[in-house]
């Protein structure tokens, strides 16, 4: 068995029934949908092209969102069908950033994840899903793709179909006959505030909760009707309409509005982790060049046990069921980089917790100094430091559905920045002041040449990458990006580091610490504002 769809636009009438009938068989609450049709007006009078598109849950061969999921909710039935255990859920978000498709949503009610689950519990007593149900038009084709005599497999045979975003390689299971390219590619017009016929845009800004926003009607207008022209509607460019490449306005009548999984919490945590890895990494490498200092790593390691405990707590905040957080150890699905974080910063927070306590008892003397175990602790610390700086980079490339964060680079440059953290730490005071603060420069210096290099000079590998990277650096977060990052991160840091002293250290660690939360704040949210559906 291997379910999937067929969606015939010659035959949809964008009557909206297998919306409505998929939020009654499954109660889908307002302001979320599993499946929705989309609506674009394309063209210019007389000769205009009116496309609806039912648009859901792809199925796909090789899903990416059960690859993230990190307790296994998500996940791909023996029939193919892709389902979800609303049970095993903990709301992190991280299948939303998987799908390329916009199929994925936070119920706001249970707060777990949700979407089409090709009615499965129909399906498992040989009823059809709801929307081939109530399709007025037939147009909604569900069946066994791997049965030769199958309605399913008679109609792909007999049509050219196509689906959406192939180059994905998710090997999507919802076909369309007569798919319209201004429909099926959600970058072909431009969203704007009133776009939309029927319906207002709510955009989701930075700091916003992240919970879904209702549709709110718009009025009708009084007086005279603008032209799409002069509404600023008119999004033009060498688009496919009915086979003749021309310049066409291209208007979306109706669609779903997403949420924007992730917000501050993610690149806070990001600062927070790499000053306590960066920390770490480095007092365990000076345990085996003889710079170590008892009394540096009190206090050094304080700092690094704090953020490690903020880290957590961000980490807990963002998740919309916190409550089953130990999830993750309990029931792990291993192949998700969110499964393995959780088991890297515990690591992290037992060996060098232990290591912080027992070199803390020696400086007081309550015991003797333990430098026997020492080299046990640092080499144990060097790992799992680096793993605890650079895991989220495997994490955002695991996030199939943005293309930017997939760039190659991301591990080295955060790195660096542990670097960075680490050694502006140690800089503060400790007999190896002068050696972290030529360390703090040069990881800074190295981590300014990397940011620059990779964010303006390396092409981007996809249109919505560099959509995402044009927002990053010259859109709506170029504030974030050059003030932040690169102004006061690393520009600003770098010259009070070169000042020296424990205040100027102190300062240009608290300049890039502040300076790179506005870098990492541009580079999650930039490619979450890019439209997937």
Same mark, same amino acid.
């Given at each position: 068995?291997?379910?999937?769809?067929?969606?015939?636009?010659?035959?949809?009438?964008?009557?909206?029934?297998?919306?409505?009938?998929?939020? =009654?068989?499954?109660?889908?609450?307002?302001?979320?949908?599993?499946?929705?049709?989309?609506?674009?007006?394309?063209?210019?009078?007389?000769?205009?092209?009116?496309?609806?598109?039912?648009?859901?849950?792809?199925?796909?061969?090789?899903?990416?969102?059960?690859?993230?999921?990190?307790?296994?909710?998500?996940?791909?039935?023996?029939?193919?069908?892709?389902?979800?255990?609303?049970?095993?859920?903990?709301?992190?978000?991280?299948?939303?950033?998987?799908?390329?498709?916009?199929? @994925? #949503?936070?119920?706001?009610?249970?707060?777990?994840?949700?979407?089409?689950?090709?009615?499965?519990?129909?399906?498992?007593?040989?009823?059809? !899903?709801?929307?081939?149900?109530?399709?007025?038009?037939?147009?909604?084709?569900?069946?066994?793709?791997?049965?030769?005599?199958?309605?399913?497999?008679?109609?792909?045979?007999?049509?050219?179909?196509?689906?959406?975003?192939?180059?994905?390689?998710?090997?999507?299971?919802?076909?369309?006959?007569?798919?319209?390219?201004?429909?099926?590619? !959600?970058?072909?017009?431009?969203?704007?505030?009133?776009?939309?016929?029927?319906?207002?845009?709510?955009?989701?800004?930075?700091?916003?909760?992240?919970?879904?926003?209702?549709?709110?009607?718009?009025?009708?207008?009084?007086?005279?009707?603008?032209?799409?022209?002069?509404?600023?509607?008119?999004?033009?460019?060498?688009?496919?309409?009915?086979?003749?490449?021309?310049?066409?306005?291209?208007?979306?009548?109706?669609?779903?509005?997403?949420?924007? !999984?992730?917000?501050?919490?993610? !690149?806070? #945590?990001?600062?927070?982790?790499? @000053?306590?890895?960066? =920390?770490?990494?480095?007092?365990?490498?000076?345990?085996?060049?003889?710079?170590?200092?008892?009394?540096?790593?009190?206090?050094?390691?304080?700092?690094?046990?704090?953020?490690?405990?903020?880290?957590?707590?961000?980490?807990? #905040?963002?998740?919309?069921?916190?409550?089953?957080?130990?999830?993750?150890?309990?029931?792990?699905?291993?192949?998700?980089?969110?499964?393995?974080?959780?088991?890297?910063?515990?690591?992290?927070?037992?060996?060098?917790?232990?290591?912080? &306590?027992?070199?803390?008892?020696?400086?007081?003397?309550?015991?003797?100094?333990?430098?026997?175990?020492?080299?046990?602790?640092?080499?144990?610390?060097?790992?799992?430091?680096?793993?605890?700086?650079?895991?989220?980079?495997?994490?955002?490339?695991?996030?199939?559905?943005?293309?930017?964060?997939?760039?190659?680079?991301?591990?080295?440059?955060? =790195?660096?920045?542990?670097?960075?953290?680490?050694?502006?730490?140690?800089?503060? &005071?400790?007999?190896?002041?002068?050696?972290?603060?030529?360390?703090?420069?040069?990881?800074?210096?190295?981590?300014?040449?990397?940011?620059?290099?990779?964010?303006?000079?390396?092409?981007?590998?996809?249109?919505?990458?560099?959509?995402?990277?044009?927002?990053?650096?010259?859109?709506? #977060?170029?504030?974030?990006?050059?003030?932040?990052?690169?102004?006061?991160?690393?520009?600003?840091?770098?010259?009070?580091?070169?000042?020296?002293?424990?205040?100027?250290?102190?300062?240009?660690?608290? &300049?890039?610490?502040?300076?790179?939360?506005?870098?990492?704040?541009?580079?999650?949210?930039?490619?979450?504002?890019?439209?997937?559906?």
């Amino acid at each position: 068995m291997n379910y999937g769809f067929v969606i015939d636009n010659n035959g949809c009438i964008g009557c909206h029934a297998c919306s409505t009938a998929c939020k =009654s068989e499954h109660q889908v609450p307002l302001g979320v949908a599993r499946t929705w049709v989309k609506y674009v007006e394309s063209g210019k009078y007389p000769d205009t092209r009116r496309s609806f598109q039912v648009t859901r849950c792809n199925h796909c061969t090789n899903p990416p969102c059960a690859r993230i999921c990190p307790t296994g909710a998500m996940h791909q039935r023996a029939d193919g069908i892709v389902d979800f255990d609303s049970d095993a859920c903990i709301g992190c978000k991280a299948c939303m950033q998987a799908c390329p498709y916009d199929a @994925i #949503y936070i119920d706001p009610e249970t707060h777990t994840a949700a979407k089409c689950n090709y009615c499965a519990h129909r399906v498992e007593v040989g009823v059809e !899903p709801a929307c081939v149900v109530v399709c007025p038009e037939h147009a909604i084709i569900a069946g066994d793709l791997d049965d030769p005599e199958s309605e399913i497999s008679h109609v792909i045979a007999k049509h050219n179909v196509t689906v959406r975003k192939p180059e994905q390689g998710t090997a999507p299971k919802v076909f369309y006959i007569e798919g319209s390219d201004v429909a099926m590619h !959600p970058t072909a017009t431009e969203r704007a505030p009133d776009s939309f016929m029927w319906a207002d845009v709510i955009e989701l800004h930075p700091g916003e909760a992240p919970h879904p926003k209702l549709h709110v009607p718009a009025p009708m207008p009084s007086g005279p009707v603008r032209t799409p022209q002069e509404q600023g509607l008119n999004a033009t460019g060498p688009i496919n309409v009915g086979g003749n490449m021309a310049a066409h306005m291209v208007q979306v009548g109706y669609n779903m509005q997403h949420q924007i !999984p992730w917000h501050w919490p993610i !690149p806070a #945590y990001i600062v927070t982790k790499h @000053i306590a890895g960066g =920390s770490f990494l480095l007092m365990a490498v000076q345990v085996f060049t003889g710079a170590f200092s008892a009394g540096q790593m009190v206090w050094a390691g304080l700092l690094g046990i704090v953020m490690t405990l903020v880290t957590l707590a961000l980490l807990l #905040y963002d998740l919309d069921r916190p409550d089953r957080f130990f999830y993750l150890l309990i029931r792990p699905q291993w192949r998700s980089w969110v499964a393995r974080a959780a088991w890297i910063l515990s690591g992290f927070s037992f060996v060098t917790g232990f290591w912080w &306590a027992f070199e803390t008892a020696g400086w007081l003397g309550l015991i003797d100094e333990p430098t026997g175990l020492r080299p046990v602790f640092a080499a144990l610390s060097i790992p799992f430091s680096v793993m605890a700086a650079i895991y989220t980079a495997f994490l955002f490339a695991q996030a199939e559905g943005r293309d930017m964060w997939q760039a190659t680079h991301v591990p080295f440059q955060m =790195s660096v920045h542990a670097l960075v953290f680490g050694a502006g730490t140690l800089a503060i &005071a400790g007999p190896t002041t002068d050696t972290m603060r030529l360390v703090f420069l040069g990881a800074l210096a190295a981590s300014l040449v990397l940011t620059l290099f990779a964010d303006l000079g390396i092409p981007q590998s996809s249109e919505l990458a560099r959509r995402a990277a044009r927002d990053m650096t010259r859109g709506r #977060y170029a504030r974030e990006y050059w003030l932040g990052g690169i102004g006061l991160g690393h520009g600003v840091a770098l010259l009070l580091g070169w000042l020296g002293g424990p205040v100027g250290a102190l300062l240009a660690l608290v &300049a890039a610490g502040v300076g790179l939360f506005g870098y990492n704040l541009a580079f999650v949210m930039a490619p979450q504002d890019q439209p997937n559906s």
